[in-house]
Nanobody
Framework: VQLQASGGGLVQAGGPLRLSCAAS????????MGWFRQAPGKEREFVAA????????SYADSVKGRFTISRDNAKNTVYLQMNSVTPEDTAVYYC?????????????????WGQGTEVTVSS
């Protein structure tokens, strides 16, 4: 599966931003989808993940209550709605796909990665 992330840009602190990740290939609904981010000078970290049906999701503590992950299997797309953003959310955001049914926060357990979309939050 190939992944194409989009929607990044410059946003003011406190504002919203929605990222999208379009997948090509078959069986999109069979993948767990995740969002990760990498801030300058830091390691890539888990942000959120969603199961195949969209009925179960997991979030990093740092974004819980502010970000929402969702998916539209008919459109082969996963979204990350970001609300109340802060400068600490500035990073390159990556979407990733994991074969199987179990949610995971571990980078090493994701099989496919998109190219990343850059988010910059101004204070």
């Amino acid at each position: 599966v190939q992944l194409q992330a989009s929607g990044g840009g410059l946003v003011q602190a406190g504002g919203p931003l929605r990222l999208s990740c379009a997948a090509s290939g078959r069986s999109f609904s069979s993948y767990v989808m995740g969002w990760f981010r990498q801030a300058p000078g830091k390691e890539r970290e888990f942000v959120a993940a969603i199961n195949w049906s969209g009925g179960s999701a997991s979030y990093a503590d740092s974004v819980k209550g502010r970000f929402t992950i969702s998916r539209d299997n008919a459109k082969n797309t996963v979204y990350l709605q970001m609300n109340s953003v802060t400068p600490e959310d500035t990073a390159v955001y990556y979407c990733a796909a994991r074969s199987g049914m179990v949610l995971s926060t571990a980078l090493s357990e994701y099989d496919y990665w998109g190219q990343g979309t850059e988010v910059t939050v101004s204070s």
